[in-house]
């Protein structure tokens, strides 16, 4: 598909029409249309070519100019350039033209917004020149190029440019736009961070004005290596006050360069709260570290009131074995030398067992920490202990024989020795050791 012409190739083009329309006598517009040269020129363009007298009836259009209004040449020839341009576009337009021609320059660019025969629109970008008789201009010639995707395209770049202003206002974060420093695009919450005016940092170096020498310095090195970390800093206000940010960076085009735009955050609050959060943990720490320092205190003490209960327990049993064997046992002898019949000697056997018992390390243990024998059972025990018999044992403690006989073999059991031939005496006289 044949490129289009440029402006030059234009300028040469209505040039050459000039020249052919011009003279002294007058030509009308059929010997006009009747150059060769001209005909294939006109019609072959590529841009539209309108031609129309100086109150704007349209005298001829190219094939061109039909595809981009929708008209035939017979509709165009009928209606005024008006129809296309409207009457305040073209009054402009011939306005500039009779400017520009005084001033000497001969042509005029403008771009129209032209209306299609169907109600639509396309934009064009127009060359116009006079078109001289006798030395006065009596008709204008414009060369048109549609221009409609150039103009959709600065219509949505605008559009696009509006919505990204939008955006970065309605940020929470400051959007700040920089070319190694130098400030190209910030929005309002920047200027607010900081304390500034857009007069006084934009198109500046800021980067040495908004951060702590030390985080300047920093940030110097992350742009000269091409860093585009999540980082912390320190941002500085104009009064000189300090405050930590935080800096998210990435890199954009702007103005046809790649430039670096930064995402800034005031993180006081956040900052405030870790240290309430560090303190609040430290606060725990020595509380735990009191906490157990109580405990081991508490422990130590416990240990030695257990240790003195041991002391006291100890005593109370000395003083009950040496009161059992002074106050007691005497009194035993002397009655065991009077004369009682059997059973009440049986009696007075048992009860003197029974005290030896109650004051030996042998019955202490035996119920606590040996075979976990009932009641019945240690009584049992403690009279085969003594050498009674079965029949001895029944009568004494008003049981059965068989009743015996059954605590005699869980006693057995519950020691260990029920399938061993082992003398049950044996066994628990061997305990009292």
Same mark, same amino acid.
């Given at each position: ?18 020249? *052919? ?6 030509? /009308? ?31 001829? *259009? ?20 008006? @129809? ?44 116009? @020149? ?28 605008? !559009?696009?440019? !509006? ?12 959007? *700040? ?13 920047? &200027?607010?961070?900081?304390? &500034? ?7 500046? +170096? ?25 980082? +912390? ?21 702007? /103005? ?40 081991? /205190? ?19 049993? +000395? ?50 920490? &040996? ?23 029944? +009568? ?5 024989? @068989? ?16 399938? !061993? ?13």
């Amino acid at each position: 598909m044949p490129s289009k012409p440029t402006h030059e190739e234009l300028e040469e083009k209505i040039q050459k029409l000039e020249q *052919a329309t011009a003279g002294d006598t007058p030509k /009308d517009y059929t010997g006009l249309h009747s150059e060769d040269w001209y005909k294939a020129l006109f019609d072959q363009s590529l841009d539209s070519v309108f031609i129309n007298d100086l109150d704007g009836k349209l005298i001829d *259009a190219n094939p061109a100019s039909l595809r981009l209004t929708g008209y035939s040449k017979k509709e165009l020839a009928s209606i005024s350039i008006h @129809s296309l341009i409207g009457e305040r576009q073209f009054q402009q337009a011939r306005s500039g033209l009779i400017k520009t021609t005084k001033d000497g320059a001969g042509k005029n660019l403008h771009e129209f917004r032209v209306k299609r025969k169907n109600g639509s629109y396309v934009y064009v970008e127009a060359q116009s @020149s006079f078109i001289n008789r006798n030395g006065s201009p009596y008709a204008i010639i414009s060369v048109s190029r549609d221009i409609n995707e150039r103009k959709q395209a600065e219509t949505l770049l605008r !559009k696009n440019k !509006k919505l990204m202003e939008q955006l970065a206002e309605a940020a929470w974060e400051c959007i *700040a736009i920089h070319d190694h420093g130098i400030l190209l695009y910030a929005n309002n919450q920047y &200027y607010k961070m900081f304390g &500034y005016t857009p007069e006084e940092l934009l198109g500046k +170096e800021a980067l040495s004005k908004t951060t702590s020498p030390e985080s300047f310095k920093f940030i110097r090195q992350m742009i000269e290596e091409g860093k585009l970390d999540l980082y +912390e800093a320190t941002g500085l206000k104009k009064d000189g006050a300090q405050f930590p940010i935080e800096v998210r960076v990435k890199t954009m085009e702007f /103005d046809n360069k790649d430039v670096r735009v930064a995402a800034i955050r005031d993180i006081s609050e956040r900052k405030k709260s870790e240290e309430k959060l560090r303190k609040y943990h430290d606060q725990l720490e020595e509380l735990v570290e009191r906490r157990t320092e109580a405990l081991e /205190d508490a422990n130590t003490a416990l240990r030695i009131m257990l240790k003195k209960e041991d002391e006291v327990k100890n005593e109370l049993e +000395e003083k009950i074995i040496f009161n059992v064997k002074q106050l007691i046992m005497p009194y035993f002898e002397v009655i065991k030398r009077l004369k009682l019949d059997g059973r009440t000697q049986s009696y007075l056997s048992v009860m003197e067992a029974n005290l030896n018992d109650i004051t030996s390390p042998f019955m202490r243990g035996m119920h606590n920490n &040996y075979f976990n024998l009932t009641p019945s059972e240690i009584k049992i025990a403690n009279m085969v202990k003594q050498g009674k018999a079965t029949k001895d044992i029944s +009568e004494i403690l008003n049981l059965s024989i @068989s009743t015996v006989e059954t605590h005699r073999r869980n006693i057995r059991k519950k020691m260990g020795i029920k399938s !061993k031939k082992i003398n049950l005496r044996s066994h628990l006289l061997a305990f009292q050791k």
